[in-house]
């Protein structure tokens, strides 16, 4: 019973409390003023509202963190800039000309041809070689004489005849001159040496030499050139190379001899059954 008295006094105060609430709204108006507004918001149509975009920064050129001075730079094509003279394509104008040990105007380039028939010869003169010293036949390109310097030899003759090591090597030409070279035995080559002996005998591109190892650490070398050896014939004095064709000539000679000691005697035979 006394928590029913207490909760009908409370639901009591507060109805009591609206109801004063409300007579004040009243007499202050705000109840009449409430639906002054909701009859006018009724009564305007709505509008379509221009929406606002935000305004971005714009720069008139890309911001820069240097404060200094930007520079105007044209990127159209200027009809009245001077450009300069076009070069003339040359054979000589490739970036390995700059290590060129000779002239340009010495630089030959050998055709097919030409190389092969210097090989021919050169290869004739080796088999000619009677002394059984082993040989081999090297055919030269721009790298070995007039540029670089580097001539690699055969790997199969040097790994049957020539030391492992590197080692000092001699160079004697046909004329018994001697140039000295440093033969590497792990790149198969010769290096140090070699670039005076090309130089001081000239050689060009299509040149073939015959190289013969006369002793272990010393080559006997014949040049071959190119240009000399048109029909096939060079000119090379070696010799060696000359005991062959020396001794044909020398039988054939002593053949003409006695065929023309064999007709003399037979025509004397004639004379004296003529008598």
């Given at each position: ?9 409370y ?60 520079n ?23 970036s ?27 290869d ?47 160079l ?8 000295g ?83 003399s ?11």
């Amino acid at each position: 019973m006394v928590e029913n008295q207490s909760g009908n006094t409370y639901e009591d105060a507060r109805k009591q409390r609206l109801i004063e609430n409300k007579k004040r709204f009243e007499d202050l108006g705000l109840v009449k003023l409430s639906k002054c507004l909701t009859d006018v918001t009724k009564s305007v149509k709505p509008q379509n509202r221009q929406v606002r975009l935000k305004q971005t920064a714009t720069f008139s050129a890309e911001p820069r963190r240097s404060s200094r001075a930007r520079n105007q730079v044209s990127y159209c094509d200027d009809v009245d800039a001077e450009l300069p003279a076009v070069r003339k394509s040359s054979k000589f104008n490739s970036s390995w000309t700059r290590y060129l040990a000779r002239p340009a105007e010495e630089v030959k380039a050998a055709s097919y041809e030409e190389r092969a028939r210097a090989f021919n010869c050169a290869d004739k003169i080796r088999s000619n070689l009677q002394t059984g010293n082993p040989s081999f036949v090297k055919s030269m390109v721009r790298s070995h004489v007039y540029s670089c310097f580097w001539l690699g030899l055969p790997s199969k003759f040097c790994e049957e005849h020539l030391p492992k090591e590197t080692v000092d090597m001699v160079l004697e030409n046909e004329e018994g001159s001697e140039y000295g070279a440093v033969f590497i035995g792990k790149k198969a080559g010769l290096s140090g040496g070699w670039r005076a002996f090309a130089l001081d005998h000239k050689l060009d591109d299509g040149d073939a030499l015959v190289f013969e190892l006369i002793e272990q650490t010393r080559f006997k070398v014949y040049i071959v050139r190119a240009v000399e050896c048109q029909n096939g014939n060079a000119s090379v004095d070696a010799s060696d190379a000359d005991e062959k064709p020396k001794k044909k000539r020398k039988t054939e000679d002593s053949d003409q001899t006695e065929k023309l000691e064999v007709v003399s005697a037979t025509r004397r035979s004639l004379r004296k059954k003529g008598k």
